[in-house]
């Protein structure tokens, strides 16, 4: 059964690793991102909450973010293994992902960081042609990755449950490098 945790700065390529490596292992690839814009469209009691928060320019609290996550693990595709993308972001919240696992009678779950240097992840932003990806915006978020979700690398490695690929390569030779991390 096949658990992982997807870390790296913005721009790494966790999103589009995460989805083909769930594609090829057959599981779901949860996203938070994706979990909280399904959760608004539904209207769910989650979801609705959460928009009242962005409406506002505000982050969606830790906790309503904790309730999606467990929320969709506790869903029945999720019971076969998953791949979490974009959760957790910091230590708290890790500490609340093994109390979970925990809980529903799962662990084993590997961390993989994707690792790669500031200015290959800047390149591959300004790539990608967003109005909100100035290098400027850009250098902000990785600042914020480094303060708030890096110590999760310390986290997990402290754990003997992280596993640094170099997402400084292609797209075929990190998805190559993640398929044999899984293998063995």
Do not use: C
Not at 54 to 77: A, C, I, S, T, Y
Not at 138 to 146: A, D, G, K, S, T
């Amino acid at each position: 059964m096949t658990r992982l945790i997807f870390l790296g700065p913005p721009g790494a390529g966790k999103g589009t690793q995460a989805k083909t490596l769930a594609e090829f292992l057959q599981i779901p690839h949860i996203s938070t991102g994706d979990i909280l814009r399904q959760a608004i469209q539904d209207q769910t009691n989650l979801g609705m909450q959460a928009q009242g928060f962005m409406d506002q320019g505000e982050l969606v609290p830790d906790k309503l973010v904790e309730d999606m996550v467990e929320e969709r693990l506790k869903q029945p595709d999720a019971k076969t293994g998953w791949i979490l993308d974009g959760f957790p972001r910091k230590v708290t919240q890790a500490e609340f992902l093994a109390e979970l696992l925990k809980s529903l009678g799962e662990g084993d779950e590997k961390v993989v960081n994707l690792d790669a240097p500031d200015e290959t992840v800047i390149t591959r932003l300004l790539g990608r042609g967003r109005k909100d990806d100035t290098e400027e915006v850009i250098r902000r978020r990785l600042e914020v990755y480094r303060d708030e979700t890096a110590p999760l690398i310390n986290y997990y490695s402290d754990r003997q449950k992280l596993l640094t690929i170099n997402g400084n390569q292609s797209q075929e030779e990190v998805s190559t490098a993640l398929k044999n991390i899984i293998a063995a």
